[in-house]
């Protein structure tokens, strides 16, 4: 590393899992069948989740500071911020199912693992904690990227 930048895997894993997260959200909004009674309290609530996720993302930007940047002591100052924002993405993806369409989503079981995880992350200082539950996060991911491709498999193409 310069001088000038010292790096932080956890910073750039939750980075990583922002850009999925955005294009995941993308892919349910386009998947998301058409609604016949779409009230806009609907409506604000079909914002509320992309929104926390949007704070939530550009807080993951570290600022420079005196021509460094200091990855790992900007996580410290806007962990429990982020991390406000990351559990409420999180709380409405849990919730959105129900209230938008009707049924408990199959992978809500992640959402809540999320939800806690991204509390312990709001919390802990602990820089080992930390790495365990990025690594988490990244494995819940994977779980459900696992299912969609099993869902995806047992769509009909033809």
């Given at each position: 590393?310069?001088?000038?930048?010292?790096?932080s895997g956890?910073l750039i894993?939750?980075?990583?899992?922002?850009l999925?997260?955005?294009?995941?959200?993308?892919?349910r909004f386009?998947?998301?069948?058409?609604i016949e009674?779409?009230s806009?309290?609907?409506?604000l609530?079909?914002?509320?989740?992309?929104?926390?996720?949007l704070?939530?993302?550009?807080?993951l930007?570290?600022?420079?500071?005196d021509?460094?940047?200091?990855?790992?002591?900007?996580?410290?100052?806007?962990?429990?911020?982020?991390?406000?924002?990351e559990s409420?993405?999180?709380?409405?993806?849990?919730?959105?199912?129900?209230l938008?369409?009707?049924q408990?989503?199959s992978?809500?079981?992640?959402?809540?693992?999320?939800?806690?995880?991204?509390i312990?992350?709001a919390?802990t200082?602990?820089q080992?904690a930390?790495?365990s539950?990025?690594?988490?996060?990244?494995?819940i991911?994977?779980v459900?990227?696992?299912?969609e491709?099993?869902?995806?498999?047992e769509?009909?193409?033809?």
């Amino acid at each position: 590393p310069t001088a000038g930048f010292r790096p932080s895997g956890v910073l750039i894993a939750w980075m990583a899992l922002h850009l999925y997260l955005h294009v995941m959200l993308w892919w349910r909004f386009y998947g998301m069948p058409v609604i016949e009674s779409f009230s806009f309290l609907h409506y604000l609530f079909l914002l509320v989740g992309p929104m926390c996720l949007l704070f939530a993302s550009t807080m993951l930007l570290p600022e420079e500071e005196d021509g460094r940047i200091d990855m790992p002591a900007y996580l410290d100052r806007a962990q429990r911020r982020l991390f406000t924002f990351e559990s409420g993405f999180w709380i409405w993806a849990l919730v959105a199912g129900p209230l938008i369409e009707g049924q408990w989503d199959s992978e809500g079981y992640l959402w809540a693992i999320m939800v806690g995880i991204s509390i312990a992350m709001a919390v802990t200082k602990a820089q080992a904690a930390r790495v365990s539950l990025t690594a988490g996060a990244w494995l819940i991911q994977l779980v459900f990227i696992f299912n969609e491709a099993l869902v995806l498999r047992e769509v009909s193409t033809g």
